[in-house]
């Protein structure tokens, strides 16, 4: 099972920052404060808070016990010997999400809705993807479908792990008339889910298991540090 939490960080409690940098691995920490932006390193803390409050419940350890490498393509990862879980996180506006789950294959990706010129979807998305945006008459209407496809297919790769090296239009995220819950891709196949959180944003998780929870856990990051 994929479950998809959420935590936004116009909550987070600023007045415990340095504390709650203090509670993390020194490489992290260090890693954090190079952000030059606050909330670059707010959202870069809650995702540290997200993973340390749910990985440890899957695998009944301490956050301490948690040991992390990543991959060729930089992509974080667990270590140890015959682990399952994988994890993922995104974050975009106000917002910062993790799935995790029973795979070492999962992607999520969300997105604040903005304004795009959708000249870009015939360059970077497939011939039927960007049919499917444009025969919408409503412009409002196609800007949410090219960002339904954007999470969807930041979600693959990302649950691919292989970074940029896979082109976006060469493999499609949609199924006729509706974006697909399931597609073959590269000969295997591989599962999609929307979620909702708050108007303004999209949000899509990927996996190579079918089972997604039904709904986003919204996590209050002052909880998630015992405050």
């Known amino acids: 099972m994929i479950k998809v939490y959420a935590a936004r960080i116009t909550s987070f409690p600023i007045e415990h920052l340095d504390s709650i940098l203090s509670g993390l691995p020194e490489v992290r920490r260090a890693k954090l404060l190079r952000f030059r932006f606050l909330h670059d390193l707010l959202r870069g803390a809650t995702g540290d808070l997200l993973i340390r409050a749910v990985l440890p419940r899957m695998l009944d350890c301490s956050a301490d016990e948690l040991e992390f490498g990543s991959n060729l393509h930089g992509k974080p990862i667990l270590m140890g010997d015959d682990l399952n879980i994988g994890f993922n996180v995104s974050h975009s506006g106000d917002w910062v999400v993790l799935a995790a789950g029973s795979s070492g294959r999962i ?25 499917f945006i444009m025969k919408h008459e409503s412009a409002e209407a196609r800007l949410l479908r090219f960002f339904q496809i954007w999470t969807a297919k930041e979600s693959y790769i990302k649950a691919m792990g292989q970074g940029l090296s896979i082109p976006l239009n060469i493999f499609s995220t949609v199924d006729g008339d509706r974006m697909a819950e399931k597609q073959l891709i590269g000969g295997e196949p591989w599962y999609f889910r929307p979620y909702s959180l708050e108007e303004g944003y999209l949000l899509t998780a990927c996996a190579d298991v079918p089972e997604f929870d039904s ?6 990051i002052r909880s998630l540090v015992g405050l």
């Open 215 to 220: 709904n986003v856990q919204i996590c209050d």
């Open 107 to 131: 992607g999520i990706d969300i997105e604040r809705v903005n304004e795009m010129d959708l000249a870009t979807a015939k360059q970077f998305y497939t011939e039927d993807e960007y049919n």
